[in-house]
């Protein structure tokens, strides 16, 4: 017997059919994002979903950039947030960092820092600070990442090239096969992320694993993915539904 109405047409669909294939359609799995696709949708970059405030419900605006107290960094799949007020200096994150990546608490290669930073005041001329007159200020922490730098000098430096981009993740990361410890991607880095592990003889450095972002008792890192933005986007009517779709 054929599917059609009296008039010929096709019959309308039953709500039970239309909850099936909505349910259907939610049971996908969802589409990974990656940071050129949103950025591509919003028409910006990301100094524009500051701006924006896109960010702001993982605590990155304008303003707390300029204060020095959050900083981002970000590879194809994930932004990573650091919040410098809310560290209490545990360290926790760098011990479970070594816990995961090295089967030990070894926290001289960790791949994530924890440091003293004291607070000197909005200029030299105001009093404040930690050691200004009147106001004592408080001593915080400073939380460092490898930065995942698009041009990376411990990657262009590594006379073996051992350290590549990760395919899936983007994050750039050290082949233990090919590394021989010599330590030039230590000496290259700015910033001195890269470790030579004395027990292995090769280098580590961080890969976005998120290890110290679960661990941190209080959400001073934060590893999200480019997804969940994109996903603020649209609840924020920065793109449409039908542009992400079709990304």
């Not at 479970?96 to 030990?104: A, F, S, V």
């Not at 993915?225 to 449409?240: F, P």
């Amino acid at each position: 017997m054929s599917d059609t109405n009296i008039n010929g047409s096709a019959p309308e669909e039953s709500p039970t059919n239309a909850v099936e294939q909505t349910e259907a359609v939610e049971a996908k799995p969802k589409h990974a994002m990656t940071r050129r696709q949103v950025l591509a949708m919003a028409g910006c970059g990301v100094a524009g979903l500051v701006v924006g405030g896109v960010l702001a419900s993982w605590g990155v605006t304008s303003q707390s950039i300029a204060s020095g107290r959050i900083d981002i960094r970000h590879t194809a799949t994930k932004m990573i947030v650091t919040d410098r007020a809310r560290c209490s200096g545990c360290q926790r994150c760098e011990m479970m960092c070594t816990l995961k990546n090295d089967g030990r608490v070894c926290q001289n290669i960790a791949r994530v820092r924890v440091w003293d930073n004291y607070y000197w005041g909005t200029s030299p001329d105001t009093g404040e600070g930690s050691f200004g007159d009147g106001n004592p200020g408080a001593c915080e922490f400073t939380v460092e990442h490898c930065k995942q730098c698009a041009d990376a000098w411990c990657m262009k430096y590594c006379p073996v090239h051992a350290i590549k981009p990760d395919e899936k993740t983007g994050a750039r990361t050290v082949d233990p096969k090919l590394c021989i410890g010599c330590g030039m991607c230590a000496q290259a880095c700015p910033w001195n992320m890269p470790r030579i592990d004395t027990e292995t003889g090769v280098s580590t450095k961080c890969i976005s694993c998120g290890r110290c972002a679960e661990q941190c008792p209080n959400g001073a890192i934060q590893f999200i993915d480019w997804e969940d933005i994109a996903q603020k986007c649209i609840d924020m009517g920065v793109v449409r539904t039908t542009t992400l779709v079709s990304a």
